[in-house]
């Protein structure tokens, strides 16, 4: 209805799925117009999880090693990490768990490796943290689309909680979190 007393009232309506100033689509409110966006919120909400996941990692050892620390592996862990051949931890959505582009441990047994909502996840270190020994008082991840009808940004979050977006432009997510510096001047906060 909006749109329709937008148009009556001469107000100009600008579609950014469809790069025009009208969409049609939008006009005759057909709900399948801007899937980006369903699988945007998508990817948020499964960042959101993941950071869930590694409070209650680090909270209730979930490793069992006796140490307080946050899961730094990889995204699959977060569900098919078994300690000592126990059952999997199960601390994310085996779909989130599938959508891990890097796994490093096994989630052949529980899903098919695919994309989650038209995006991939992947864990990643801080700019400032060695490669190899990665601090276990921090953890960051990043989702990207699988192409770019799927989504328009890319998703990062760490130990803050703060989620931040960045057009992808074709980018097949990034290995480090960025740095401030790059933080203010090529990434936005999500709301």
Known sequence: MGVVLALLFGAQVFCSWRDQA????????????HPRGSNER???????????????????DRDGDKVSQFWRADVAGLYALAPGGGPAIKLIDLSAAAADDRPRTDIQKYAVK????????????????DPKAPDPD????????????AGKFLFIVDESNTIYRSEAKGRRGIDVFPDDAELRTQWSKVD
């Open 42 to 60: 998508s990817s948020t909400t499964t960042l959101k999880t993941l950071s869930i996941a590694q409070a209650d990692f680090r909270a209730n």
């Open 114 to 129: 695919s994309a989650k909502a038209g995006y991939w996840y992947r864990a990643i270190r801080h700019v400032d943290e």
């Open 138 to 149: 921090r953890f960051a991840f990043c989702a990207y689309p699988d192409s770019p009808a």
């Open 22 to 33: 009208l969409c049609l689509q939008c006009l005759t409110f057909q709900s399948h117009c």
